[in-house]
C-alpha cells in the first residue's frame, strides 16, 4: 500500500506541475507498477490491460464518431443558425451558446463539440460587438454540464462506467454494475438546468471583458511596440543581401513579416528574396533589438506601428489569426524552433500566450503546452492547411473549409444508431461504437485515411496509463484503507453528508490533475466507503463522476477550459471566481438530486 501511495503522490505532483506531458506521465506510472510488481500486485498482463479496456476502446470510437460529425459540417451549421438567431442581443448570444452546446455535448464527445465551436463563438461575438470574454468560458461550462446528459457525453463517464462494473464483478456483496445509456439523464437535465440558470444571470455578472468587443489583434496583443516598418536606404549594408543573409541570425529575436516594393508586398518564403534600396522592410522584434538593428545597418523607421488591418488589408493578403494548439497536436511538448512552424506553414508568430501571460518576444524557445494561444500570421493557402489540420483550432472560421454536408443524414443515423442500440440492451456500447465507426467509413462520411488523425492518442494513452493504478488500488487494499478513512466520517456525519464530502474532493483533485486520472483514484475508495458505512455504493460512484466531469475552478481542471484560455485573454483567476460559486452549488444540487432519485442508504 506504501508502494501504491507514493506512486499516486507522484502521479499527482506530475499531473498538477504539467512536468511531462499527462499521457506520458500515465504511461509511466504503468511502467512502474509493473517494475514493481512484488509490491504493487500488478502483473505485466494486468499492467496493459487498459490499452484493452473497453472504456478505452469506446473513448477511441466515440472520437472518430465525433470526427465524422466534424467532416458533415454539422455543428458547424448549427452554430451559424445559433449566430443568426442571436444577432447583436448579448442576452441571446450567451442562451444560445449554452443551449446549442449543452444538449450537442449531450451525444458527441464534448471536448471535440468545444473544438469545433470556438471559432464560431468567438467570430458571434466579434460581429455583435461582444466581448469573446462574456462567450467562450460558458461555451465550455455549457459543454461539461451538456457531458453529464449520457454516458457518450464525456469519456470520464464511459470510463467511470466500466471502473463501477468491475469493482461490482470483483468485490462480494457491491452491488454495482455498468451505466445504462440514460441510466442518469434525468440528474443530468437538472445539473445543466441549474448550470444554465447560474450562467445567465449571476455568471454573466462575474465573467470579465478581458478582451473589448471592437478592438483588433494587434491592439489585444499589444503588440504596437513590437511592430514597425523601416526602410532600406541606398547606403545600407543590406542592399544586395537576401533576407537570410541580413537579418536571419538566430541570436537576433527579429521576423521579417513583409518586403514591400513599390507598394507591391512580398510574403513568405523571404529568406532567399534580394533586398534593393528603398525596400520596405515589416519586422516583429522588440525596441531594444530593432534600435541596434537601425543603428548597425543603417535604417530608417518608416510612419508608425502597423495595425491589424496594415497587416492584411487585402483578400490576398496575409491574415492575422489565433491558433489554439489542443491535445494531440504534435506541437505539445516542441518549441516554435524545434517544430519547424514557421517553415512547414510559411507563417510567423507574432505573439505567444501561455496560461493567461502573453509572451511577445524571445518565444522561440519556449515548450508549447495544451490550451497555448499562438498569434498568427499566415498566407490565406497556409491558413486554410492550419484550419484542416486537427494539430490546431483556429479561432475564427473561414469559408473556403468544405464540409460533406451530402453525409450530414448518414452521420445522424450512425449516432443515433450508437446511442439507441445500447439504451434498448441491443448491444454493449463498445459494440456500437465500433460498429459505428466501420458505418462512417462505409458510407462515406469519413475516409479510412482519417481513422487515425481522428484519435487524440494522448487521451488513449492518458487512459491506458491510469488504469492500471486503480487496479493497484483496489488489490492492494489501499483504497479499502482510504475508504475506511473516509467512511470514519459518518461518526459525526449522515450518509448524504459522506457523499458531499466526496463530490467536493474530487472536485478539488480534478481541479489539479485530469478529471480521467481523479476517477480512476475516487470511484473504487468511493465505493469501500460506501460498503463500510452500509451506504448505496452507485449513488457515491456517481456523486464522483458529476464532480469529475464539471471542473470549473481552474483552466487546467478540463481540456475544454484550456481550448478558451487563450481565445477569451482569461486569468488564472477569472475560472476561480466564476467557477467556484458553481462548483459549489452544482454540489448541492448533483448530491441532493442523487438522494431523491437513487437513495443514500441501501
Not at 129 to 155: D, E, Q
Not at 243 to 253: F, H, T
Not at 545 to 551: D, Q
Amino acid at each position: 500500500m506504501l508502494v501504491v501511495f507514493a506512486l499516486i503522490l507522484l502521479a499527482l505532483v506530475l499531473f498538477a506541475t504539467e512536468r511531462f506531458p499527462i499521457d506520458v506521465t500515465a504511461i509511466l506510472i504503468m511502467v512502474l507498477l509493473m517494475v514493481l510488481e512484488p509490491w504493487t500486485q500488478i502483473s505485466p498482463r494486468e499492467g496493459i490491460s487498459g490499452f484493452a479496456n473497453p472504456a478505452t476502446i469506446t473513448v477511441l470510437a466515440m472520437l472518430i464518431l465525433s470526427t465524422g460529425i466534424n467532416r458533415t459540417g454539422l455543428v458547424q451549421l448549427i452554430g451559424r443558425k445559433m449566430a443568426e438567431f442571436a444577432g447583436t442581443d448579448r442576452r441571446k448570444q450567451l442562451a444560445a451558446t449554452v443551449g446549442v452546446t449543452g444538449p450537442v455535448s449531450g451525444f458527441i464527445n464534448n471536448t471535440p463539440v468545444v473544438a469545433i465551436l470556438v471559432p464560431v463563438i468567438a467570430d458571434l461575438a466579434h460581429e455583435g460587438n461582444t466581448s469573446p470574454s462574456k462567450l467562450l468560458m460558458p461555451l465550455s461550462f455549457a459543454s461539461m454540464l451538456g457531458g453529464t446528459l449520457t454516458l457518450i457525453g464525456t469519456s470520464t463517464n464511459i470510463l467511470a462506467s466500466d471502473i463501477a462494473a468491475q469493482l461490482g464483478a470483483e468485490t462480494p456483496g457491491l452491488a454495482l454494475d455498468a451505466f445504462g445509456m440514460f441510466e442518469f439523464t434525468k440528474l443530468g437535465v437538472i445539473v445543466f438546468a441549474v448550470g444554465a440558470l447560474y450562467l445567465m444571470t449571476i455568471g454573466v455578472r462575474l465573467l470579465p471583458e478581458r478582451i473589448p468587443a471592437d478592438e483588433d489583434l494587434v491592439e489585444e496583443y499589444a503588440l504596437q511596440e513590437y511592430l514597425a516598418d523601416v526602410v532600406v536606404p541606398a547606403n545600407s549594408p543590406l542592399v544586395g543581401q537576401t533576407v537570410g543573409e541580413a537579418l536571419g541570425d538566430d541570436d537576433l529575436d527579429i521576423d521579417v513579416l513583409q518586403l514591400i516594393r513599390y507598394g507591391e508586398r512580398f510574403d513568405e518564403p523571404l529568406a532567399r528574396k534580394e533586398i534593393h534600396e528603398n525596400d520596405t522592410l515589416r519586422l516583429r522584434t522588440n525596441r531594444e533589438t530593432l534600435e541596434y538593428i537601425m543603428d548597425a545597418e543603417g535604417l530608417t523607421l518608416s510612419g508608425g506601428p502597423p495595425t491589424e488591418d496594415d497587416l492584411h488589408p487585402e483578400e490576398d493578403e496575409p491574415v492575422l489569426v489565433e491558433v489554439v494548439v489542443p491535445s494531440g497536436s504534435f506541437l505539445v511538448g516542441e518549441t516554435l524552433a524545434s517544430s519547424t512552424f514557421r517553415q512547414r506553414y510559411d507563417a510567423h508568430v507574432l505573439a505567444f500566450r501561455t496560461r493567461g501571460d502573453v509572451v511577445r518576444d524571445r518565444f522561440e524557445d519556449i515548450r508549447i503546452r495544451v490550451g497555448d494561444t499562438l498569434l498568427v500570421q499566415a498566407p490565406p493557402d497556409s491558413l486554410t492547411r492550419l484550419v484542416e489540420n486537427e494539430d490546431f483550432i483556429v479561432a475564427h472560421e473561414f469559408d473556403e473549409v468544405s464540409y460533406r454536408s451530402e453525409k450530414i443524414p448518414f452521420a445522424v443515423g450512425i449516432i443515433g444508431g450508437v446511442v439507441a442500440l445500447p439504451a434498448l440492451n441491443v448491444l454493449p456500447i463498445v459494440v456500437s461504437a465500433l460498429a459505428g465507426v466501420v458505418a462512417m467509413i462505409f458510407t462515406g462520411v469519413l475516409k479510412p485515411t482519417e481513422l487515425y488523425s481522428s484519435v487524440e492518442w494522448n487521451v488513449i494513452f492518458l487512459l491506458a496509463g491510469v488504469i492500471p493504478l486503480g487496479i493497484a488500488l483496489q488489490q492492494t487494499g489501499a483504497a479499502a484503507l482510504l475508504g475506511d478513512a473516509v467512511a470514519a466520517t459518518a461518526v459525526f456525519l449522515p450518509p448524504i453528508g459522506v457523499l458531499w464530502v466526496f463530490y467536493l474532493a474530487t472536485g478539488l483533485l480534478t481541479s489539479v490533475i485530469s478529471n480521467n486520472a481523479s476517477v480512476v483514484l475516487m470511484i473504487p475508495v468511493a465505493a469501500n466507503a460506501a460498503q463500510s458505512i452500509g451506504a448505496n455504493a452507485f449513488a457515491f460512484v456517481l456523486a464522483v463522476t458529476f464532480a469529475a466531469s464539471t471542473a470549473f475552478m481552474t483552466p487546467v481542471g478540463y481540456q475544454t477550459n484550456l481550448f478558451v484560455y487563450g481565445p477569451g485573454g482569461y486569468r488564472f483567476s477569472d475560472f476561480i471566481r466564476v467557477g467556484a460559486p458553481l462548483q459549489f452549488l452544482l454540489s448541492i444540487v448533483t448530491v441532493l438530486g442523487i438522494a431523491f432519485f437513487w437513495g443514500v442508504r441501501v
